[in-house]
């Protein structure tokens, strides 16, 4: 048995554990303390990244013994991952998780192969960018057979273009950072228009985390749109001692320790999401396209519900099942494209970008007031 080189929690254990799984690519940004996993054998997945070289701190969350299990799994082979991409709707009429006709409850529900345990292709990689595609085909719950093309590009940011992106002049020297950007398109490769009648699917982009004790996920959120601020009961009600919302902000706790769901709609959504850890001082920023007047779809386990009255973006705190079991303990921070209203050939693009920030917490709140306008000094974030 080969010893790791690096300590668990580092990338470097990750990309040694990776690579012994799969040709993965590597990319590195030009100081080499920025890095990004890719794996083409895993559905394309960004695995993890880090702020500093392969003694940094590996910020994805890997389920490492689902890579050995000797079956895969028929619900979702939970690999995890810092960034992977799906397609939606989960649930509801235009669901591509369920079969035409079947109860939607756990025991029918199963995630398309091409997103959770088929391969895709590396097109390219040049050590900054890297392109995969997926050709699939998948049957609505209405019955529609969508054939579906998958592309991903992904590149590894600079300084100076995360300091662009984001609109931040005065990043602090000691910050450690790192940032990527994925533009995540879906042709339709079939004959048919997908439209409100035959079903369409969205791109869905899911970022996964280690949660700690005082992570707190923060979404900002437009306080002057009309309709509800979010729905908390996905996976049942969000008890209220997890989730505060604060002048604009809503903050969910992020401890791994109770399984909750959220969802902001278009028009109340902004094009940011983000998470505090203040027990290893990171902060996380996910910065993604939005369309406050587009249709998304509802997601919901309900085939009865108005299909196009989802979310724009969720977030995910992972805990223990009825049974006792637990999946991770992760977070998710997600962002989903409107629906793909496409005739054949056509294409609709989803842009999502991922950032990490490490260093003093005074530091890290100039970035989070700019960003997401929140102070990190708000005590409020300790729930």
Same mark, same amino acid.
């Given at each position: 048995m080969q010893v790791p080189q690096h300590a668990k929690g580092t990338f470097g254990y990750d990309l040694e554990f990776l690579k012994a799984k799969d040709n993965v690519v590597v990319l590195n940004s030009d100081d080499g303390r920025g890095r990004v996993i890719i794996s083409p054998k895993y559905q394309g997945k960004i695995f993890t990244s880090t702020a500093d070289g392969s003694d940094g701190k590996s910020f994805g969350w890997i389920k490492y013994e689902t890579f050995d299990a000797k079956q895969p799994d028929t619900h979702m082979n939970a690999y995890g991952g810092e960034d992977r991409l799906w397609l939606g709707p989960e649930g509801g009429q235009f669901s591509l998780f369920f079969k035409p006709g079947a109860k939607m409850e756990f025991d029918n529900w199963h995630t398309p192969p091409a997103i959770d345990n088929e391969s895709w292709d590396l097109v390219s990689s040049t050590g900054k960018k890297a392109s995969l595609t997926k050709n699939t085909s998948i049957q609505n719950y209405t019955g529609t057979t969508l054939s579906i093309k998958l592309q991903r590009d992904v590149e590894i940011l600079e300084p100076a273009a995360i300091k662009q992106m984001l609109g931040i002049d005065d990043l602090d020297s000691t910050v450690k950072s790192v940032g990527f950007t994925t533009v995540n398109t879906i042709t339709n490769s079939g004959t048919t228009t997908w439209n409100k009648t035959a079903g369409a699917p969205c791109l869905w982009s899911l970022d996964m985390f280690t949660p700690s004790p005082q992570t707190v996920i923060i979404v900002p959120y437009k306080e002057d749109a009309t309709g509800k601020i979010a729905t908390t009961n996905y996976f049942g009600e969000i008890p209220k001692?997890? %989730?505060?919302?604060?002048?604009?902000? /809503? &903050?969910?706790?992020?401890?791994?320790?109770?399984?909750?769901?959220? #969802? %902001?709609?278009?028009?109340? !959504?902004?094009? @940011? %999401? #983000?998470?505090?850890?203040?027990?290893?001082? %990171?902060?996380? =920023?996910?910065?993604? +396209? /939005?369309?406050?007047?587009? +249709?998304? /779809?509802?997601?919901? $386990?309900?085939? +009865?519900?108005?299909?196009?009255?989802?979310? !724009?973006?969720?977030?995910?705190?992972? #805990?223990? &099942?009825?049974?006792?079991?637990?999946?991770?303990?992760?977070?998710?921070?997600?962002?989903?494209?409107?629906? !793909?209203?496409?005739?054949?050939?056509?294409?609709?693009? *989803?842009? *999502?970008?991922?950032? *990490?920030? @490490? #260093? +003093? =917490?005074?530091? /890290?709140?100039? =970035?989070? $007031?700019?960003?997401?306008?929140?102070? &990190?000094h708000d005590k409020t974030h300790n729930i």
């Open positions: 001692d997890r %989730i505060v919302y604060n002048n604009g902000t /809503l &903050l969910f706790k992020a401890d791994g320790k109770s399984r909750g769901k959220l #969802g %902001i709609p278009p028009n109340r !959504a902004k094009n @940011m %999401i #983000g998470s505090y850890d203040g027990a290893n001082d %990171i902060l996380t =920023i996910v910065f993604f +396209d /939005l369309d406050d007047k587009g +249709d998304y /779809l509802n997601q919901e $386990w309900k085939p +009865d519900t108005a299909p196009f009255t989802g979310d !724009a973006v969720n977030a995910y705190n992972d #805990g223990p &099942l009825a049974n006792g079991s637990q999946m991770g303990p992760f977070y998710e921070l997600e962002s989903v494209s409107p629906a !793909a209203f496409l005739k054949p050939g056509e294409k609709l693009s *989803h842009k *999502h970008s991922v950032f *990490h920030f @490490m #260093g +003093d =917490i005074n530091a /890290l709140n100039k =970035i989070a $007031w700019k960003t997401l306008g929140f102070s &990190l």
